[in-house]
């Protein structure tokens, strides 16, 4: 049986083609399922990403309003791929008219914004779906099996990072990311979101934050909207004020499990780091064993289990068809997966909860939860005191069933 599922998408940039690209490859990559997402409608401020949507994505229709893509009647899921400060008016409304939606970290610029979208999808008993697509690789998925099933021991501390270049250069591009009114925050937001997300998916939730931050550049070149991306580099432009952080470090204590009281951990994130450039790892620690993960070794899995015996240290696993979806995508070990794979795996837990099969995916009230351990870093970061950080009730991290969409 075939499952068509018309899809709506708001806002082509980066995120939005690669959420267009991951529709069109489901069908190929998960035939059994039967999920046949159609590109319905499409809509961005900027005129020539609505032309690229249709032309080149194959979207059917194109707007410059992104309620036409709302009030349409074929599309029945929505990609919400806009800046953080459109996050809530358009997950709220979204929600109010009744689509599920697959949106993009870190819903909204704050924890109050991310709140008030879970409250509208709960009212409206909708699927969500959050771009925390780190998760979906197979050798993190892997690992998660392994804390589960005890082969590390009990987690006792955890190192996980986010150290990205992308605004390493001083001439780099003031887009929105840095602007306080359209981001929110800045690495903590932007990168930490998706490291507590990983950690909170792999260990436990987090319960208590001790953070600073700083700002390394304090003005860039201006960017208007919908033209180039956060990578740009910006010759003689006119300079302005960077308002949030290029910086953040944590302390973190993890919620006790199963196995023992809760890990302890540090927490980091830059957006200006020279040599790392989209340097997304951990290193968790067990007392039976430990794992280290990079994304930028996507398809490496560096693994320690056991205390004794002829193989002390890490070895090095590659990817293969045992860990996570790898087999969907390579026949064989060690032909390298890549990023807008995870996004494949994203739709397909997304739609799969859509279709009502199964609930694998980051929900709404996952994000709610990351967001309060940026909200709680930023005060301490402001305060200079350790924060608990308020649980968020139906936040899984799909341990167990969630409450909702
Ligand atoms: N999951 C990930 O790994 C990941 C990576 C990058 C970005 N993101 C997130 O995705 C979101 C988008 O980031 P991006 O890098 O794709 O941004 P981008 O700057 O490439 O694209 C943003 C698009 O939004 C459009 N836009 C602006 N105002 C609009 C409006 N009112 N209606 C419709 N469209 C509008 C712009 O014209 C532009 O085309 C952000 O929230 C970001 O945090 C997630």
């Not at 003031?174 to 929110?184: D, H, M, N, T, V």
Request: aromatic fraction near 8%.
């Amino acid at each position: 049986m075939t499952r068509d599922l018309g899809v709506g998408l708001i806002s082509v940039g980066w995120m939005g083609k690669l959420h267009s690209r991951a529709y069109q490859a489901l069908p190929s990559v998960y035939p059994e399922l039967g999920l046949r997402p159609r590109l319905v409608h499409a809509a961005d401020t900027a005129a020539d990403r609505v032309d690229y949507a249709t032309g080149a994505l194959g979207y059917a229709r194109g707007s410059s309003d992104y309620r036409a893509v709302l009030a349409d009647p074929e599309v029945e899921v929505v990609s919400i791929c806009a800046p953080n400060v459109l996050h809530r008016e358009i997950g709220v409304a979204a929600a109010e008219a009744g689509r599920h939606f697959w949106i993009e970290k870190p819903v909204g610029r704050d924890a109050r914004e991310t709140g008030e979208v879970a409250a509208a999808a709960r009212a409206a008993g909708v699927v969500t779906s959050i771009g925390f697509n780190y998760r979906h690789a197979p050798a993190v998925e892997h690992v998660r099996e392994l804390v589960a099933e005890g082969a590390l021991g009990r987690i006792t501390n955890v190192r996980a990072v986010f150290f990205s270049g992308y605004a390493a250069e001083p001439k780099g591009a003031l887009s929105w990311r840095f602007k306080r009114e359209l981001a929110g925050s800045g690495a903590l937001g932007d990168l930490l979101s998706h490291v507590v997300d990983l950690v909170s998916y792999l260990v436990a939730p987090i319960v208590e934050v001790s953070a600073l931050t700083s700002t390394v550049y304090a003005e860039r070149p201006i960017l208007p909207m919908g033209s180039a991306t956060h990578f740009a580099v910006i010759e003689d432009g006119e300079l302005g004020p960077v308002e949030n952080d290029d910086y953040a470090a944590t302390l973190v204590r993890f919620a006790p499990t199963a196995a023992g009281p809760g890990a302890v951990g540090t927490l980091e994130a830059s957006r200006t780091i020279v040599g790392p450039q989209c340097g997304l790892g951990f290193e968790l620690y067990g007392t039976d064993g430990s794992a280290a993960w990079n994304f930028e070794q996507l398809n490496e899995l560096r693994l320690c289990l056991g205390r004794g015996g002829p193989h002390q240290g890490y070895t090095t696993v590659l990817a293969n068809p045992h860990l996570g979806d790898y087999a969907r995508f390579q026949p064989g070990p060690g032909i390298a997966m890549g990023y807008d794979d995870l996004k494949v795996i994203e739709a397909k837990k997304f739609l799969l909860a859509v279709a009502g099969a199964e609930r694998g995916q980051a929900t709404i009230d996952d994000a709610h939860a990351v967001a309060q351990v940026i909200a709680a870093a930023e005060a301490s970061a402001a305060g200079g005191t350790w924060q608990a950080v308020p649980a968020v009730p139906g936040a899984s991290f799909g341990r167990e069933p969630a409450g909702h969409g």
